[in-house]
């Protein structure tokens, strides 16, 4: 029987690429984006997905976005949960608009999405994997409302594991750390690429692609007994101590 996924933020980035690997394993897709023009673009060429706009912040669209999914694939045996923003600033040039702009999409949305789907998830015993960040797990410079938004996330993956667990349901969350994504090319540095790589202890960035190895594997049956677990998939940037930039010299 032909499994499906729904993933927020699916018109790029490490959305998309989950998409792909998903289809290529078989499953079919619900590609839900907020950004028209990106979803139709991304969308156009995959055969096995649907794309829906929808705004994960905004709990009127998720109330109508769920049952047209249904309607469509009439099941969901995964949720991933994407979508977000990244607005990066001092804390004190985070005001509350900035600081709620932020939330509203990597928080709420996560929220709003996973209550809508739990019935959906009940019926197939599916797995929810949110996609948390380093950032969630490590403090790190302008990322006063990103990093708690993410921290935020990976509690409530814990939550959703420990509730939704007596349903069949499984709750796990990504950390993703530096990315090679489009965006992070164009705004780094060569010397924020160069302390990246330091920092990393296998000296690269992750790509979109092997993100989304790890997320469809903890979407899968392989891991039918792992949940309420927060995996760095971060190239070991989460491990590294002070001072191993300079021992590597």
Request: a negative charge.
């Amino acid at each position: 029987m032909t499994k499906i996924a729904l993933v927020t933020g699916a018109a790029r980035g490490i959305g998309l690429a989950t998409t792909k690997l998903f289809l290529e394993l078989g499953w079919q897709v619900a590609m839900i984006d907020r950004d028209l023009p990106a979803l139709d673009s991304a969308s156009a060429d995959l055969t096995g997905a649907q794309k829906f706009y929808c705004d994960v912040s905004i709990p009127a669209e998720v109330e109508a976005t769920l049952p047209a999914v249904l309607k469509h694939f009439g099941q969901i045996d995964a949720l991933i949960n994407n979508a977000g923003v990244a607005d990066f600033g001092p804390i004190e040039d985070t005001n509350f608009t900035r600081w709620r702009t932020v939330m509203e999409t990597n928080l709420d949305g996560v929220f709003l999405m996973t209550q809508a789907t739990i019935p959906a998830l009940r019926q197939s015993r599916g797995a929810v994997v949110n996609i948390a960040s380093i950032s969630g797990l490590r403090a790190s410079t302008l990322r006063v409302a990103y990093g708690t938004s993410k921290a935020a996330v990976i509690q409530l993956t814990k939550q959703q594991a420990v509730e939704l667990g007596e349903y069949g349901i499984r709750a796990n969350c990504v950390c993703p750390g530096p990315v090679r994504t489009k965006l992070a090319m164009a705004v780094h540095t060569q010397d924020i690429i160069d302390a990246y790589h330091d920092a990393i202890p296998l000296n690269r960035y992750g790509s979109e692609r092997e993100i989304a190895e790890v997320i469809v594997f903890l979407a899968s049956d392989k891991a039918s007994y792992v949940t309420g677990q927060i995996i760095a998939a971060d190239g070991g940037f989460d491990s590294t101590g002070v001072g191993l930039p300079a021992l590597r010299h």
